[in-house]
């Protein structure tokens, strides 16, 4: 069974940096895509950023373009999001997911994370 576990949120200042860890069970690239996604209080959670094989393709939201990467970590079944120049919107809950179909929309991702509190607060 698919299981995925996000970890690494935390509170940072703004303008900080934060690498998120999403490390996937029974993990096989060429499957899925593994997306990232938010939620901040009061607002719907917004896709963020995708990550799909076997050529590693990957796409962004526009608010992440330029200051997040997502990679990932074949040999540990891991995918990262460094998130760079963090401002206090990108606060919220960071969730992953994964896919059959690699898009930032989340209706397609069909097995979630638990989710990870990031705050980006002076």
């Known amino acids: 069974q698919l299981q995925l576990v996000e970890s690494g949120g935390d509170l940072v200042q703004p303008g900080g940096s934060l690498r998120l860890s999403c490390t996937v069970s029974?993990?096989?690239?060429?499957?899925?895509?593994i997306g990232w996604f938010r939620q901040a209080p009061g607002k719907e959670r917004e896709g963020v950023a995708y990550?799909?094989?076997?050529?590693?393709?990957?796409n962004y939201a526009d608010s992440a373009k330029g200051r997040f990467t997502v990679s990932i970590n074949n040999a540990k079944n891991i995918v990262y999001l460094q998130m760079n120049s963090l401002k206090p919107e990108d606060s919220g809950v960071y969730y992953c997911?994964?896919?059959?179909?690699?898009?930032?929309?989340?209706?397609?991702?069909?097995?979630w994370g638990q989710g990870t509190q990031v705050t980006v607060s002076s």
């Open positions: 997911a994964a896919s059959r179909i690699p898009s930032l929309l989340e209706k397609w991702y069909t097995t």
């Open positions: 990550i799909s094989g076997p050529s590693d393709y990957t």
């Open positions: 029974k993990f096989t690239m060429d499957a899925y895509a």
